[in-house]
Antibody
């Protein structure tokens, strides 16, 4: 079955960077875009950006421009999201999700990765 | 602030019908998708496109759209439908995506 499995929880200090991985299985990794979405505790979903695993092309929400980088390693069917210059407001659960073809929708989602930014 | 606007909270009596709405200019050009999220879980897609349900989603969930408003309707709400619901679509530029602020559904 199609599945996205993310890396484990991280604790980082302000100013540091974090890199979250998302390993895909059950389908051809390069055939579907991957998006990243985050959710602070008790808050709503926030779209961060997309990546085409085939071309490596990306698009980021304006809020994260200059701080986020989305990459991939096609040999191991894994997508990555790196966020730099972390601040306390970046404490959140980060999700990867696969884009459903010919629609603006995401299915399935990874299980989420909690990133805590604290001094 | 989000480019897609949702009511923060809606309630429905068990077995009754409830409509959750999502408003935004981009919805005049693009369909919305809808997600259900229960506490401690990742979101689950329930409606996408004009009115399509992924495999495993009950047919009591349906979607519609008119002008700048997309709607998710639950016909005969069940206790297990109590959750947060989010819409998403493209932003006003069409190049990026955006989520609505979410609606907390309470089943009474």
């Amino acid at each position: 079955q199609v599945q996205l499995v993310q890396s484990g929880a991280e604790v980082k200090k302000p100013g540091a960077s974090v890199k979250v991985s998302c390993k895909a299985s059950g389908y051809t990794f390069t055939s579907y875009d991957i998006n990243w979405v985050r959710q602070a505790t008790g808050q709503g979903l926030e779209w961060m950006g997309w990546m085409n695993p085939n071309s490596g092309n990306t698009g980021y929400a304006q809020k994260f421009q200059g701080r986020v980088t989305m990459t991939r390693n096609t040999s191991i069917s894994t997508a990555y999201m790196e966020l730099s210059s972390l601040r306390s407001e970046d404490t959140a659960v980060y999700y990867c999700a696969r884009v459903r073809r010919l629609s603006v929708s995401l299915e399935p989602w990874g299980q989420g990765t909690l990133v805590t930014v604290s001094s | 602030s989000s480019e897609l606007t949702q009511d923060p909270a809606v309630s429905v009596a068990l077995g009754q019908t409830v409509r959750i709405t999502c408003q935004g200019d981009s919805l005049r050009s693009y369909y919305a998708s809808w997600y259900q999220q229960k506490p401690g879980q990742a979101p689950v897609l329930v409606i996408y496109g004009k009115n399509n349900r992924p495999s495993g989603i009950p047919d009591r969930f349906s979607g519609s759209s008119s002008g700048n408003t997309a709607s998710l309707t639950i016909t005969g709400a069940q206790a297990e439908d109590e959750a947060d619901y989010y819409c998403n679509s493209r932003d006003s530029s069409g190049n990026l995506w955006v989520f609505g602020g979410g609606t907390k559904l309470t089943v009474l």
